[in-house]
């Protein structure tokens, strides 16, 4: 009870609803935005400002499957650990001493090949949930790390789709997405039943002949069309609903072919925010950040959810980034727009933006010579998350300058194939070398109260805890806390590999610890790596590091 | 005049070498040459650049097939083999080396072309507008969907034998309180694996020794898997796996 005039102190300072869903992780980090809810905050403040310089290394774990880096999110759950890597290994470790105590290893097909990434996995209902490179849903024992159960979400070779996400866990079913979306492959998001594995329900992401939204395509161009769910969705328990962000439109910059010019939107749902009931999976709404894409301005991102007041009203807010570099708010019970606003200093590829949402001045590839457009294909944001944290109120975001020159092609789809319909290099802004910032944001007027700029790219989620400390890393190796409210830098650790991943923080026994996967890889990476310096390029590598503060220090 | 008709006979003997490179650059263009990878031309784009950095035919062709390990260079081993060789032909081209002719080259697959209604069965076989209830979600043939059952070798005459077909291996299992129809594939090992057939997708579930029980028979039928499909469809169908299965 002592604590509640404080929640309400600091609910009147920042607008929240008391009786709001909370976001904040504790002692667990047990799913990948922290909670379903994607905050990517801890409410542990064992370590902070004062006493961050002292963070030392408690343990670490070499993976030993270094291809494309450590792309992944921790999961701990009750002191153990669960990692996934690349290939689909699964590690269950003792969160206190870095002993494995299992080592699941997905059995690789034989030529395998393509998008090999793998970014976390999901823990609930006794079982640990992989998917896979190969369109695998694979369930592990959470006791034994033994197989439970394995159900193929698609064919691989047939659909040149993957999953690289992390599953998410509602209730009694495990929710996966798919990539594949720059192929010619339709989207979908799938349920499967956690004890079981079998089939709950599947929302395509493209309605089929005769749903409604499927007159936004041109002829047969849905069964190719994209908007792959290849991030993580985000789920409230209070509305029982999932958000998941669609991929662009295909082909991805050549849009002829698939744009019919009927009905509301364009080429529905891609690029898009999309509510799902999460016991049938039936859509509730959905809202279009890009009609007809044709930048490659994919809407897959987290959905951060977060009550907050807007114009003296307590709402629920879904904020949402784009990779155009625009951040979109909605009201998460109807998808109503609220506001959206920019984080990229520059973007091209519009002239401006209406209160509604419509896009003015459209800056779009053409056929017969290079566009120069802000930002490219890479978005001004990567995959990577952002943070929110209730003390402060701010949403701490990466943000990437890059463009690129860009050109349509018409193409034909081939099912399974690369359906790209265009091409593009990546460039530095006008007058601009290629740079990031990480930036603390009102995540809902888009007001931006601190900025850090960066000479590289930074390519690793934030994590807020209540310490009041950011933390994240760098391609250099350097993994560093920032402080939540003014972004100087209070402490810094060469890890010795870049960084790619998503920093968690739990504790076992009163201690808390902050955990970091390091080893560059995916295709942002492999792609930008040293595009803005000179040197070499950024380190590969397979490793957890874990921070705490000696036992001595309190 | 001499100049002109050694170009001529040049041009004849490379002709077929010209092919694969034509097709190699359009194979290049859709799969390689995009933004995420290595450019119009081998000039870079998020990969490095790949035109004349004095590659010869082999190591283009080792990398081709098994990719570079801890890069994004993935491993493209598993393409139609004609595709395969023009693609390394067009990047051969790209610095300067003109590989061994090759008269497969730009011939395309070496499987004869299915029939138009060959074709159209293999689309219904595997067709993702259906989602889970389209036949290679349990059955493989011609490189596509999952070998859940045995490879399929005596194809049905007509379309009453496929209605007919019975299943008498598949059995009624219980574990972990479900009671479902199960196809085992080890019954009595350390892990007994089976896949259970409750509703498709085929979930292939693995269960500690002595937690699971088998009844003989089973009330799943797989004359329901084909309600999906009309009676053309599977007609269609049929002549598909008649043209791709080996007797």
Known sequence: ?554 | MKRVLLFVMFSAVCFGQNAAVTKGLDIYNKTCGTGYCHGVGGTAGGAPRVAARGFDDAYVMQVVRLGIPHTGMPAFGTMERADLLAVVAYVDSLNGVTPPANPNLGAGPVRPKLSAEAQKGREYFADQVRGMTRCSVCHQADGLGFPVTLPLKTIPANLAELVQIKTPELETATAEGDTFPALALDKNGAQPKVYDLTTPPPVLRTFAKGSITFKADSAWKHADMLKPYSEQELELILVFLRAVSKP
């Open chain 1, 1 to 554: 009870m002592r604590y509640l005039p404080l929640l309400f102190a600091l609910s009147a300072l920042y607008g929240q609803n008391p009786s709001a869903p909370d976001g904040a992780t504790k002692a667990d980090w047990p799913s990948y935005g922290g909670t379903p809810l994607a905050w990517r905050y801890s409410a542990l403040d064992q370590v902070n400002a004062s006493n961050v310089k002292k963070l030392a290394p408690a343990w670490m774990l070499q993976t030993g499957d270094y291809d494309q880096g450590l792309q992944s999110t921790p999961i701990v759950v009750d002191g153990v650990l669960y990692l996934s890597t690349t290939h689909a290994q699964v590690f269950a470790a003792d969160a206190v001493t870095g002993k494995v105590l299992w080592h699941y290893k997905y059995p690789v097909p034989r030529n395998a090949s393509g998008n090999i990434q793998n970014r976390g996995v999901a823990v609930g209902a006794g079982k640990v949930f992989v998917a896979t490179f190969d369109s695998y849903l694979v369930a592990i024992d959470q006791k034994t790390g033994r197989e439970a159960w394995k159900v193929a979400v698609n064919d691989a070779r047939q659909c040149g789709c993957n999953i690289t996400a992390a599953p998410l866990l509602v209730k009694d079913k495990v929710v996966v997405g798919s990539a594949g979306g720059d192929s010619a492959f339709r989207g979908y998001i799938t349920a499967f039943d956690a004890k079981t594995g079998h089939l709950a329900w599947r929302f395509y992401t493209i309605p089929g002949t005769g749903e409604k939204g499927n007159e936004t395509w041109k002829g047969d161009s849905w069964r190719f069309g994209g908007g792959a769910t290849w991030m993580t969705g985000s789920f409230d328990p209070s509305l029982n609903l999932i958000y998941w962000g669609t991929g662009n439109a295909a082909s991805d910059m050549y849009a002829n072919n698939r744009f019919s010019g009927v009905g509301e939107g364009a080429n529905l749902y891609t690029s898009s925010v999309v509510a799902l009931d999460a016991d049938t999976g039936k859509i509730k709404w959905h809202y279009q950040e890009i009609p007809k894409d044709v930048w490659d301005y994919d809407s897959a991102y987290e959905c951060l959810l977060i009550d907050r007041e807007v114009k003296g009203r307590m709402r629920k807010l879904l904020v949402h980034i784009n990779k155009s570099g625009y951040t979109w708010v909605l009201d998460r019970t109807n998808g109503e727009l609220i506001g959206v606003y920019p984080v990229v200093e520059f973007h091209t590829w519009l002239t401006g933006m209406t209160e509604d949402g419509k896009i003015l001045g459209r800056h779009e590839p053409v056929e017969d010579k290079p566009t120069l457009i802000c930002p490219g294909p890479a978005g001004g944001k990567s995959w990577n998350q952002v943070a929110y944290s209730p003390r402060t109120g701010l949403m701490y975001t990466p943000v990437i300058e890059t463009c690129s020159n860009s050109i349509a092609r018409e193409q034909e789809a081939v099912e399974g194939r690369g359906f790209l319909g265009g091409s593009w290099s990546t460039d530095p802004p006008p007058g601009e070398s290629i740079h990031s910032h990480i930036d603390a944001y009102d995540p809902v007027t888009g007001k931006r109260q601190w900025s850090v700029r960066y000479p590289d790219l930074m390519l690793a989620s934030m994590l807020a805890t209540a310490g009041d400390l950011v933390f994240t890393g760098d391609p250099d190796g350097n993994f560093f806390a920032l402080d939540a409210r003014t972004g100087s830098k209070l402490w810094n650790f060469q890890t010795g590999a870049g960084h790619r991943g998503s920093a968690v923080s739990y504790s076992v026994n009163g201690r808390q610890y902050i955990a970091t996967p390091t080893g560059w890889g995916s295709i942002a990476g492999n792609g930008l790596g040293r595009a803005a310096t000179e040197g070499p390029a950024p380190r590969g590598g397979s490793a957890l590091i874990v921070f705490a503060l000696p036992e001595d220090v309190k």
